[in-house]
């Protein structure tokens, strides 16, 4: 029988093709491309190779900013992995079990911050830690803890981890649901058998449950490195686009807007924020290739 041409496939991925192309293909070329120019003051653009990346990377007037908001972009990464993604699993886990009472409420309560925009987020923080008139110091003291009690916000030592803190407060639900989809997907029979067996709780969800949820692991792994070096909303919204004090928020999100928008006294350029930009996307590449290449290939040979 002769095989006819599919095209009902092609008239389903002809509109998401083309609007995929339009917000998100082209412009990405685009700016790779606005990257290798410069503008005068004319606005004219002109080639100029690699300029701008030499710029941003080894001139002292760029480069200083630039590697600034690199590291604390990698330190705003690592807290997430060290504190959201951990307790993500905790509370999963916690969830996952049979007979908890009231963990739809508890569930819903966790996930509700992730629905709520980031600027009221930064906002309700900024009302609570506020030195002037804000309720934190008050909680503090309730507890007997009054003295440990300072501006966070406005510290250049504890700022960016205050920051971070707030994020992962408000976006732990995410790997949380993540996981928790995972250890439901367990079978069933796997777990009763092993406690037929006579292995604890503990021992099951070692030997069991995390080798089966370890593909998930990873996509939360993955999500978070892009989530987070893709992050700007809470910074600008808490710290405005100097990301104070004295850019120890600066992360490369800010950076790229200041370069691309300008702000104050710094002149805004279309082809250095491109570059930054260009950067950006090149760091999140190089992660998740690195990720798919040392570590989702080795889970998917131990799942075979």
């Not at 951990?86 to 049979?98: E, Q």
């Not at 920051?163 to 949380?176: D, H, R, T």
């Amino acid at each position: 029988m002769k095989k006819t041409f599919p095209w009902h496939i092609v008239i389903f991925l002809t509109p998401a093709l083309i609007i995929y192309s339009m917000f998100s293909a082209l412009p990405l070329l685009d700016t790779l491309r606005l990257g290798f120019y410069t503008t005068n003051d004319a606005g004219a653009h002109t080639f100029a190779g690699l300029s701008n990346y030499y710029t941003i990377l080894f001139d002292s007037d760029w480069s200083a900013a630039f590697w600034n908001a690199m590291l604390n972009n990698v330190k705003f990464f690592a807290i997430h992995m060290l504190l959201q993604n951990p307790i993500g699993l905790l509370l999963a886990t916690l969830f996952s079990l049979k007979g908890l009472r009231w963990a739809r409420t508890y569930r819903t309560l966790i996930f509700l911050p992730t629905l709520l925009s980031v600027v009221i987020i930064g906002f309700i923080w900024q009302l609570i830690l506020s030195p002037l008139w804000g309720v934190g110091e008050k909680l503090m003291e309730f507890v007997g803890m009054a003295d440990f009690f300072a501006p966070w916000l406005g510290q250049q030592s504890t700022a960016l981890i205050t920051l971070a803190l707030i994020s992962v407060w408000q976006y732990i639900g995410i790997p949380m649901m993540l996981i928790y989809a995972a250890l439901l997907a367990v079978p069933e029979e796997v777990l009763e058998a092993a406690y037929v067996e006579g292995a604890s709780a503990w021992r099951i969800f070692w030997q069991i449950k995390l080798p089966l949820i370890l593909p998930t692991l990873g996509l939360v792994t993955i999500l978070t490195f892009v989530a987070n070096f893709n992050a700007f909303d809470l910074i600008y919204s808490v710290k405005g686009a100097l990301a104070g004090p004295n850019y120890s928020t600066d992360l490369l999100g800010t950076f790229f807007y200041r370069t691309f928008f300008g702000y104050q006294a710094q002149v805004g350029s279309p082809t250095m924020g491109a570059a930054v930009a260009t950067l950006m996307f090149l760091v999140i590449l190089l992660g998740v290739g690195v990720y798919f290449y040392a570590i989702q290939r080795k889970l998917t040979r131990y799942a075979l």
